[in-house]
């Protein structure tokens, strides 16, 4: 797992006014069990923020587990949508004949924590 960071490193993040969050978006058996085994399936996941960003924050969202049944090509995609100062979605894709069981996603905000939405320097 990933190591988060401490208490002492989001302090100075904030003092330098940038604000930092990271953490983990789950999808699991939706993504296989809605009915449509060979056609598009998409799970959305709602992430809120531990404390709001001054302004929409950039999110960037990667795959880094991956639970799947061997019947032919892995077809997965990752999206982040909807993004506002408070919250976000996630937004797990995948067509055609793939099978998940699980999938999750790592997730990095970054954005301003002032009250302008400005980055300043220390």
Do not use: C
Not at 39 to 52: I, L
Not at 55 to 72: C, E, M, Q, R, W
């Amino acid at each position: 797992m990933a190591a988060s960071f401490n208490a002492l490193q989001q302090e100075d993040i904030a003092f330098s006014g940038l604000h930092v969050e990271e953490g983990d978006a789950t999808a699991g058996a939706p993504l296989i069990d809605r009915g449509t085994p060979n056609g598009n399936r998409v799970s959305t996941v709602k992430v809120t923020f531990a404390t709001p960003f001054s302004k929409p924050p950039i999110v960037h969202a990667s795959i880094n587990y991956l639970d799947f049944y061997i019947t032919g090509a892995i077809r997965m995609q990752v999206e982040v949508k909807n993004v506002t100062t408070t919250d976000f979605d996630v937004e797990f894709f995948t067509w055609m004949d793939t099978k998940v069981s699980g999938v999750k996603a790592r997730w990095l905000a970054i954005g301003s924590s002032n009250s302008t939405g400005a980055l300043t320097t220390v």
